[in-house]
């Protein structure tokens, strides 16, 4: 938890400032999903930016968190899309489903990919990320990050997905310090304190974050921050996912 979550602000604030001066970065795309963590960001870069954010929202199928996005874009004056990728992400499952599988020996055989269920939720995000990124290069803009220090700590995050990005204002901020800030910036901005406070969930499962997780974010960061101990047996999840997820973190092998 910050111990002073104005100094924090600020602090992001200067961050950014230097970076938009020693990149040149003329302003920001931002995947807004009615979330807690994309809304801080999004109120982050409207305190450097101004009005050059775009803000791209992108359901695939029935999203529930549409409106609370659209109503985000509204209240913070965002320039933004609704871009629904449920077409192209519906393409990709049936053409990789229906394609036949042809042996080393290049023998032909009646026989399909059948995608994992866990595969199949990585799509949307990594659909997401090409979008931001073809208006990015449209716009002359850079694509800005909404991912959280708990999310990375246990890879609840798509790799070449949401995890991707140009620079990222909150990755060093837990869950509960993005909610800390984030409560300060709706005040600011006048905007519902709801949107910070509210459940996070990836919007892909149906289930909120810390059904799928089976433990609290208060107890992740808790942990993380050495302030609380928690039973042995939610130590080994944190840490079985901490591990597993190593390789979303490490940049790719290269020989040398």
């Given at each position: 938890?910050?111990?002073?979550?104005n100094?924090?602000?600020?602090?992001?604030?200067s961050?950014l400032?230097?970076y938009?001066?020693?990149?040149?970065?003329?302003?920001?795309?931002i995947?807004?999903?009615?979330?807690?963590?994309s809304?801080t960001?999004?109120?982050?870069c409207k305190?450097?930016?101004?009005?050059?954010?775009?803000?791209?929202?992108?359901?695939n199928g029935?999203?529930?968190?549409?409106?609370d996005?659209?109503?985000?874009?509204k209240?913070?004056?965002l320039q933004?899309?609704?871009i629904?990728?449920?077409d192209a992400?519906r393409?990709?499952?049936?053409g990789?489903?229906?394609?036949?599988?042809?042996?080393?020996?290049?023998d032909?055989?009646?026989?399909y990919i059948?995608?994992?269920?866990?595969s199949?939720?990585?799509i949307?995000?990594?659909?997401?990320?090409t979008?931001?990124?073809?208006?990015?290069?449209?716009?002359?803009?850079q694509?800005?990050g909404?991912?959280?220090?708990?999310?990375?700590?246990?890879?609840?995050?798509?790799?070449?997905?949401?995890?991707?990005?140009?620079f990222n204002?909150?990755?060093?901020?837990n869950?509960?310090?993005?909610?800390?800030i984030?409560?300060?910036l709706?005040?600011?901005?006048g905007?519902?304190?709801?949107?910070?406070?509210?459940?996070?969930a990836?919007?892909?499962?149906?289930?909120?974050d810390?059904?799928?997780?089976?433990?609290?974010y208060?107890?992740l960061?808790?942990?993380?921050d050495?302030?609380i101990?928690p039973?042995?047996?939610?130590v080994?999840k944190?840490?079985?996912?901490?591990?597993?997820s190593?390789h979303?973190r490490?940049?790719?092998a290269?020989?040398?």
């Amino acid at each position: 938890m910050l111990e002073n979550a104005n100094e924090a602000i600020s602090e992001i604030i200067s961050w950014l400032q230097r970076y938009k001066e020693h990149t040149s970065c003329r302003g920001v795309v931002i995947g807004l999903s009615g979330g807690k963590d994309s809304t801080t960001v999004a109120m982050l870069c409207k305190k450097v930016w101004g009005d050059n954010i775009f803000a791209a929202l992108m359901p695939n199928g029935n999203q529930v968190d549409l409106d609370d996005a659209l109503a985000i874009a509204k209240a913070l004056h965002l320039q933004h899309s609704v871009i629904y990728i449920n077409d192209a992400y519906r393409s990709i499952v049936d053409g990789i489903g229906k394609s036949n599988i042809i042996d080393r020996y290049g023998d032909f055989h009646l026989q399909y990919i059948a995608l994992s269920d866990k595969s199949k939720t990585n799509i949307p995000p990594r659909l997401r990320m090409t979008v931001l990124y073809a208006i990015a290069q449209t716009f002359g803009y850079q694509v800005v990050g909404t991912g959280n220090a708990s999310e990375e700590y246990i890879g609840w995050c798509t790799k070449w997905g949401d995890a991707a990005c140009d620079f990222n204002p909150i990755a060093r901020l837990n869950c509960t310090e993005v909610v800390q800030i984030g409560q300060l910036l709706a005040k600011e901005f006048g905007l519902d304190q709801r949107y910070i406070i509210k459940t996070p969930a990836d919007g892909l499962t149906g289930k909120s974050d810390e059904d799928n997780f089976g433990f609290t974010y208060e107890t992740l960061d808790g942990y993380m921050d050495g302030e609380i101990h928690p039973d042995v047996a939610i130590v080994e999840k944190i840490e079985a996912m901490h591990m597993a997820s190593a390789h979303k973190r490490a940049k790719p092998a290269k020989i040398y």
